[in-house]
């Protein structure tokens, strides 16, 4: 880590005029993300894919009572296909993990939904399953072929089961709502029909009466500040006007002006990347996510879909550096391999809210999704770049920062 930010500072340095040292290239950039998301995806979907998740995936949480112990699987499994779904549906990638991974999480998938399986996961029962299962769904959806077409035939029926039982969980007046809406955009996607109200609620309120300006949602009608837009309503809001403008539901002018509210998100978010690689850290659920605080950022890359000051090669240099700086904290992983609960390490448990367990840990994945981006797209062919408080600290000009009028 240190290496890596003593040549991003240098390349900052040299802006003013300093001497600079090599810079990263996004070929050695995009090998990193891939070889970090393997390293935290591979013991999820290992023992998923054997049917052991259950067996080996430790439960470190400041809920003693364990109560959400029964959740924890979905959760890791949710979370992990959710971030890692564009790189398995890639057709442009010349990795031979890629092929080994995508069966991995094919059987993962089947063993989740499968009565008979040891890893049978709970949808029905409390009220986190909703949660996780939008997750799943999302993740379904990011990489359709490998984990809805590649499925036979008893897996499919399956899949649908345990995602409609989530059904019987009513989400709140808050991010909830969209858990609820990506379900059925998800199943109305892959087999034609859902309960178009549940799909149609959360995205109403969002669009019309949750809206606080300048590209941010409130949590329902509060607002709050944390990252909730990215972890959850940003995403899952747009993947789910997608599907219902596709299938007639929804007009692509609603869809568009999400589409800018999205944008506009990703600039702010891109701003709170500081040049050494940090953020601030706030609000719920920061030790769950990690750098999954950029899901949105990430999104608008895979998507094509930046603010037109924001370079592909210059979010790319950023979360790298992020990526650098969590990843090379002490204690991240468990002896196994396991992801512990913290921010930058597993000695920051204090920090974490009382839902927050192993599997909820997950959710840092989500940072990946440019990995569905072939090697000759600008995101990884762009050299790097500096970031918006990289240029802003050294020195360089730059343009201003305006909010969004509607």
Same mark, same amino acid.
Not at 155 to 183: C, D, H, K, Y
Not at 259 to 276: F, G, K, S, V
């Given at each position: 880590?240190?290496?890596?930010?003593?040549?991003i500072?240098?390349?900052?340095?040299g802006v003013?005029?300093?001497?600079k040292?090599?810079?990263?290239?996004g070929a050695?950039?995009r090998?990193y993300?891939?070889?970090?998301m393997?390293?935290?995806?591979d013991?999820?979907l290992?023992?998923a894919?054997?049917?052991t998740l259950?067996?080996?995936m #430790?439960?470190?949480? #400041?809920d003693a009572?364990?109560k959400r112990r029964?959740?924890?699987?979905?959760?890791?499994l949710?979370?992990?296909? *959710?971030?890692?779904?564009?790189?398995l549906?890639?057709?442009?990638?010349s990795?031979?993990?890629q092929?080994?991974y995508?069966?991995?999480a094919r059987?993962?998938?089947?063993?989740?939904?499968?009565p008979?399986?040891?890893?049978?996961?709970?949808f029905?029962?409390?009220?986190?399953?909703? +949660?996780?299962a939008?997750?799943?769904?999302?993740?379904?959806l990011?990489a359709?072929?490998?984990?809805?077409?590649?499925?036979?035939?008893?897996?499919?029926?399956?899949?649908?089961?345990a995602?409609?039982q989530?059904?019987?969980?009513r989400p709140g007046?808050?991010n909830?709502l969209?858990?609820?809406?990506m +379900?059925?955009?998800?199943?109305?996607?892959?087999?034609?029909? *859902?309960?178009t109200a549940?799909?149609?609620?959360?995205v109403?309120?969002?669009?019309?009466?949750?809206?606080?300006?300048?590209?941010?949602?409130g949590?329902g009608?509060?607002f709050h500040?944390?990252?909730y837009?990215?972890y959850?309503i940003?995403?899952m809001?747009?993947?789910v006007?997608?599907?219902?403008?596709?299938?007639?539901?929804?007009?692509?002018r609603?869809?568009a002006?999400?589409r800018?509210r999205h944008?506009r998100?990703a600039a702010?978010l891109?701003?709170?990347?500081?040049?050494?690689g940090?953020y601030p +850290?706030?609000?719920r659920?920061?030790?769950?996510?990690r750098?999954g605080?950029?899901h949105?950022?990430?999104?608008?890359?895979l998507?094509?879909?930046?603010p037109e000051e924001?370079t592909?090669g210059?979010?790319?240099?950023?979360?790298?550096?992020v990526l650098h700086?969590?990843m090379?904290?002490?204690s991240?992983?468990?002896?196994?391999g396991?992801?512990r609960?913290g921010f930058?390490?597993?000695?920051?448990?204090?920090?974490?809210e009382?839902?927050?367990n192993?599997?909820?840990?997950?959710?840092?994945?989500t940072v990946?999704l440019?990995?569905?981006?072939?090697?000759s797209?600008?995101?990884?062919?762009?050299p790097f770049?500096?970031?918006?408080?990289l240029?802003?600290w050294?020195?360089?000009p730059i343009?201003?920062?305006?909010a969004?009028?509607?």
């Amino acid at each position: 880590m240190k290496r890596h930010l003593f040549a991003i500072l240098l390349c900052a340095c040299g802006v003013a005029g300093c001497s600079k040292a090599p810079e990263p290239t996004g070929a050695a950039d995009r090998e990193y993300w891939l070889s970090t998301m393997i390293r935290i995806s591979d013991p999820v979907l290992r023992h998923a894919a054997a049917g052991t998740l259950k067996e080996t995936m #430790p439960y470190e949480s #400041p809920d003693a009572a364990q109560k959400r112990r029964d959740f924890s699987y979905l959760e890791a499994l949710g979370r992990t296909l *959710c971030g890692m779904g564009p790189w398995l549906e890639l057709e442009q990638e010349s990795d031979p993990r890629q092929a080994e991974y995508r069966a991995l999480a094919r059987q993962a998938l089947s063993n989740a939904v499968d009565p008979a399986s040891p890893d049978y996961m709970a949808f029905d029962h409390g009220r986190q399953p909703l +949660v996780d299962a939008a997750y799943l769904a999302e993740g379904i959806l990011r990489a359709r072929r490998q984990l809805w077409e590649e499925l036979d035939d008893d897996a499919r029926t399956n899949l649908r089961t345990a995602l409609e039982q989530t059904r019987t969980i009513r989400p709140g007046e808050s991010n909830w709502l969209l858990f609820a809406s990506m +379900v059925e955009a998800t199943l109305l996607d892959l087999t034609g029909t *859902c309960d178009t109200a549940r799909m149609r609620y959360g995205v109403d309120r969002f669009m019309n009466d949750f809206y606080k300006g300048d590209g941010m949602y409130g949590d329902g009608a509060p607002f709050h500040m944390d990252y909730y837009n990215s972890y959850v309503i940003h995403p899952m809001l747009l993947d789910v006007l997608a599907v219902m403008v596709r299938h007639g539901l929804a007009d692509e002018r609603t869809l568009a002006l999400e589409r800018q509210r999205h944008t506009r998100y990703a600039a702010i978010l891109e701003r709170m990347i500081a040049p050494d690689g940090t953020y601030p +850290v706030l609000g719920r659920s920061i030790t769950a996510c990690r750098f999954g605080t950029f899901h949105a950022l990430a999104q608008s890359s895979l998507l094509h879909a930046l603010p037109e000051e924001v370079t592909p090669g210059q979010v790319r240099s950023a979360l790298t550096a992020v990526l650098h700086r969590q990843m090379e904290g002490p204690s991240n992983f468990d002896e196994a391999g396991w992801l512990r609960v913290g921010f930058v390490g597993g000695r920051q448990a204090e920090m974490a809210e009382s839902y927050v367990n192993t599997g909820s840990l997950y959710h840092c994945v989500t940072v990946f999704l440019p990995l569905g981006l072939p090697a000759s797209d600008p995101f990884w062919s762009e050299p790097f770049a500096p970031w918006t408080n990289l240029r802003a600290w050294s020195g360089e000009p730059i343009a201003g920062d305006h909010a969004l009028k509607h």
